[in-house]
């Protein structure tokens, strides 16, 4: 599949990242970055959106590069480093419950797009996978949240309250993120596991259609191979009207 229409929004969303990036390590002492672990960003990030390209030279660079999943794969760290910059977690009180559940779907989303194209799964597997995955990575960071923003600062006293309602907000954006995967896959025809298997059971039912054809044309020649002895033992008027009768009625010329 050709995504390169994707490409310039991808290396956009690239640059932006390694901008902003760029911007907390040059002023790391402006309060929207102070206490926000900016250098474990900084280091982590980059690793985490060139994941996609990663994997796709591991594999062999068979197929098209998928700037699609790329871009999905890039926009939730983006959405993070600028919500920093522009100091949206310390002024919006529901913005951060807000990225749990957009970054999460968008994750997932990139997850259930590059399972859907290996194929293999049908719609609602491929739900219930992203599901997983997005409970599993949004159990992930929590730990690593929590490690690191929560375990020196005030806000260990709110922390379980938090971590159960980030919880539910990631696990909810990922299984958002799995139906919007699960519909576009059934609205397409099912895997395409399943659409082989009707084109095998279509062939199989033509194998049998043309195997009782065969029969059919077996027990005709049979009858007029009865006729024929029947009609040289003496009874040649009985067996050969019926001989001709299963002829007629076969359509077997003789």
């Known amino acids: 599949m050709n995504t390169s229409r994707w490409l310039p929004a991808a290396l956009l969303a690239k640059a932006a990242l390694a901008a902003l990036l760029a911007l907390a ?8 970055f102070a206490d ?12 985490a ?8 030279a591991l594999r062999g660079r068979a197929k098209a590069f998928p ?5 999905l794969v890039t926009a939730p760290f983006l959405i993070d480093v600028a919500g920093n910059a522009a100091d949206l977690y310390d002024t919006i009180g529901w913005f ?3 990225c749990h559940f957009t970054n999460w779907a968008l994750l997932c989303a990139a997850a259930g ?6 194929g293999g ?16 990575t949004a159990i992930v960071w929590e730990f690593i949240e929590y490690g690191v923003f929560i375990l020196d600062t005030p806000e260990a006293v709110t922390a379980y309250r938090d971590t159960v309602g980030d919880l539910m907000l990631g696990l909810s954006g990922a299984v958002v993120a799995g139906l919007a995967v699960a519909a576009a896959t059934l609205r397409r025809g099912g895997s395409v596991d399943e659409r082989l298997d009707a084109v ?9 259609r043309a195997g009782d054809a065969d029969a059919g044309q077996d027990v005709v020649r049979a009858d007029v191979a009865a006729s024929r002895a029947l009609r040289a033992e003496g009874d040649a008027p009985g067996g050969e009207d019926h001989g001709q009768q299963v002829v007629q009625g076969s359509g077997v010329r003789q």
């Open 36 to 47: 926000k672990a900016m250098g474990v960003r900084v280091a982590a990030y980059p690793a």
């Open 49 to 56: 959106v060139m994941l996609v390209t990663l994997i796709w």
């Open 200 to 208: 095998r059971g279509d062939l199989l039912d033509e194998g049998r």
């Open 25 to 32: 390590v040059a002023f790391p002492e402006w309060d929207r």
């Open 96 to 98: 951060d419950d807000a």
């Open 113 to 118: 797009l590059a399972l859907r194209r290996r």
């Open 67 to 71: 700037w699609d999943i790329d871009l």
């Open 121 to 136: 799964l049908s719609g609602w597997t491929l739900a219930l996978t992203c599901a997983g995955i997005g409970a599993i």
